[in-house]
């Protein structure tokens, strides 16, 4: 596997805080806006993860991201 990098582990923990808090995914719109970036910017490095085979969603559904059981031992 791939190793990440601490910004994406960074999303990694904020989208399972996230989960957590309210029993659903954030948007990339609300990843983005966590970070202070673009929604492209966001949708890349949501794009990177899922190539790394941390994270999927389906594409063109809100709210489907889900981290997968490769993210074990991740730290920030």
């Known amino acids: ?20 808090q309210n029993g659903y995914s954030p948007t990339f719109r609300e990843i983005a ?3 202070k970036w673009t929604p492209k ?3 890349d490095h949501i794009l990177a993860l899922v190539k790394k ?4 969603f389906k594409s063109k559904k809100a709210r ?13």
């Open 53 to 56: 085979g941390y994270i999927e």
């Open 1 to 20: 596997m791939r190793q990440i990098t601490e910004r994406q582990a960074q999303i990694i923990i904020f989208i399972e805080n996230f989960i957590a």
């Open 41 to 43: 910017g966001a949708h």
């Open 33 to 35: 806006d966590h970070f």
């Open 64 to 76: 489907t991201i889900r981290i997968t059981a490769k993210k074990q031992g991740v730290e920030a």
